[in-house]
T-cell receptor
Framework: AQSVTQLDSQVPVFEEAPVELRCNYS??????LFWYVQYPNQGLQLLLK??????LVKGINGFEAEFNKSQTSFHLRKPSVHISDTAEYFC???????????FGAGTRLAVHP | DTAVSQTPKYLVTQMGNDKSIKCEQN?????MYWYKQDSKKFLKIMFS???????INETVPNRFSPKSPDKAHLNLHINSLELGDSAVYFC???????????FGPGTRLTVL
């Protein structure tokens, strides 16, 4: 069965600093990977997705992620964060033939002024 | 013009009661899902319906029963509520395999 590990439960960072949120997944023949963001008391919003093709994926709000098959990783990056990026970030992988999303435990990004 | 909507947003009830949460999507998607987010923010799929047919049924107590009257609606009925059922329940929908899932705003269920 697929699994996802988010290596950091919390990441504190100062405003305008770069950030990387780490995600590793269990290996599979084919893999679809996603990053979702959850702002306080809201639902989940898709940041970006990797289905195939270029390993560098650009998403909304200036985020990007790189699919690394050899390291089974899909780390999320942003070169300069804002206070408004403070949220919970979830890495997810699709497992099986029915579009079942398997989520990591989440990383809380806290951006400080 | 909300894409995926859920009602109610908040639900507070006593142990032993029966309650329902409703979900509707206006995206024309064929597949809908229920996820549970616990107090530690961990998200886990519970059920999925494709065009009114149950296709995913995770290890969930049979007190939980999903119902899909049509492909735009997926409701979740919970019998004999327990303290451990307290969580945020998210509905989601998607068009085809491999595409993103669109999430509703969530329903925060509190069982006292």
């Amino acid at each position: 069965a697929q699994s996802v590990t988010q290596l950091d439960s919390q990441v504190p960072v100062f405003e305008e600093a770069p950030v990387e949120l780490r995600c590793n997944y269990s290996s599979s023949v084919s893999v679809y990977l996603f990053w979702y963001v959850q702002y306080p008391n809201q639902g989940l919003q898709l940041l970006l997705k990797y289905l195939s093709g270029s390993t560098l994926v650009k998403g909304i709000n200036g985020f990007e992620a790189e699919f690394n098959k050899s390291q089974t990783s899909f780390h999320l990056r942003k070169p300069s964060v804002h206070i408004s990026d403070t949220a919970e970030y979830f890495c997810a992988v699709i497992s099986g033939g029915y579009n079942k999303l398997i989520f990591g435990a989440g990383t809380r990004l806290a951006v400080h002024p | 013009d909300t894409a995926v909507s859920q009602t109610p947003k908040y639900l507070v009830t006593q142990m032993g009661n029966d309650k329902s949460i409703k979900c509707e999507q206006n995206l024309g998607h064929d597949t809908m899902y229920w996820y549970k987010q616990d107090s530690k923010k961990f998200l886990k799929i519970m059920f999925s319906y494709n065009n009114k047919e149950l296709i995913i049924n995770e290890t969930v107590p049979n007190r939980f029963s999903p119902k899909s009257p049509d492909k735009a609606h997926l409701n979740l009925h919970i019998n004999s509520l327990e303290l451990g059922d307290s969580a945020v329940y998210f509905c989601a929908s998607s068009p085809v395999k491999g595409n993103e899932q669109f999430f509703g705003p969530g329903t925060r269920l509190t069982v006292l």
